[in-house]
């Protein structure tokens, strides 16, 4: 899918009150408000960071400091 990004959101990050912008479908965030479908899939094109922060008001760097960094571990590694 080609996203046609024809919406700019301004989206305030509530702990830090930096405001981000992201641009995604109208569409998509449509159907997403809607419960069309999971954010990971109607909005794949957005990064892991811009979702949480449509999601939860979080930003990445705010999800960081907050969680630490999140590493992926192979099973073998255990």
Known sequence: MVA?????????????GIVYTIL???EDV????AGEGYIQDLLAYLSA??????MSGTC???W???FGE??????DEK
């Open 4 to 16: 046609a990004y024809n919406d700019v959101l301004e989206v305030p990050c509530k702990h830090c």
């Open 24 to 26: 995604a479908d109208r």
């Open 30 to 33: 449509k159907k997403w408000v």
């Open 49 to 54: 960071g811009e979702r949480e922060l449509l």
């Open 60 to 62: 990445d760097n705010c």
């Open 64 to 66: 960081k400091n907050m």
């Open 70 to 75: 999140d590493f992926d571990v192979d099973e």
